[in-house]
């Protein structure tokens, strides 16, 4: 299977701590994408990170890209209660690959 | 998101049934996806096309059919429903080849399968 293993599964902080989520790959990485799901609804696309690039920042969103791990890892600074969902990573060309996804809670 | 919408929403029905979940898009977009996810899972790619002659298989395929009927619509068919096709499933849309482009979804559609 080409579909990216996430950890964690499930993660709980409480508002204003820092999130970090994982996401490996057995296969190269081509371009990474991350995206978050409310329960139950669509994904919604966060941030795309190159193949060239190592590094990215949107706004409380960084993300990293190791291609010769096969890895990237999200990190969402001060987070919120409505940061609370779950997220999945995408290892993207012709096909789309996802993570398995980390849920996220932040207690208020 | 608006621009993507799928029917119904919800549907429970009965193994052996034919069911068809349809997808509507209003993005203007070539390439359609559909998706299904189940608990621990993730999405996984059950088919796409990037127009409306191309049709391709997913990761997981098999007990599925799809049909393009024109740029904005994408069904996906389950021909006989058996109880490990419940899940959710999504329905994707993404403007032209880059691999840099973002997948815009549907809400999804819920199918239990008794």
């Known amino acids: 299977s080409q579909q990216g293993e996430e950890d964690p599964q499930a993660l709980s902080i409480q508002e204003g701590e820092n999130a970090t989520m994982n996401c490996s790959y057995k296969?190269?990485?081509?371009?990474l994408q991350w995206y978050r799901q409310n329960s139950g609804r669509g994904l919604v696309h966060l941030i795309l990170?190159?193949?060239?690039?190592r590094e990215k920042h949107s706004g409380r969103l960084r993300v990293t890209l190791d291609t010769s791990k096969k890895s990237s890892s999200l990190l969402i600074t001060a987070s919120r209660a409505a940061d609370t969902a779950s997220y999945f990573c995408a290892n993207t060309g012709n096909q789309f690959y996802f993570g398995t996804g980390t849920s996220l809670t932040v207690i208020p | 998101d608006a621009d993507v919408t799928q029917t119904p929403r919800n549907r429970i029905t009965k193994t052996g049934k034919r069911i068809m979940l349809e997808c509507s898009q209003t993005k203007g977009h070539d390439r359609m996806y559909w998706y299904r996810q189940d608990p621990g899972l993730g999405l996984r790619l059950i088919y796409y096309s990037f127009d409306v002659k191309d049709i391709n298989k997913g990761e997981i395929s098999d007990g599925y059919s799809v049909s393009r009927q024109a740029q904005a619509k994408f069904s996906l068919s389950l021909e006989s429903a058996i109880p490990n096709q419940t899940a959710l499933y999504f329905c994707?849309?993404?403007?032209?080849?880059?691999?840099?482009?973002?997948?815009?979804f549907g809400p999804g559609t819920r199918l239990t399968v008794l």
């Open positions: 296969t190269s990485i081509n371009n």
């Open positions: 994707a849309t993404s403007e032209g080849t880059s691999t840099y482009n973002e997948q815009f």
């Open positions: 990170i190159r193949s060239n690039e």
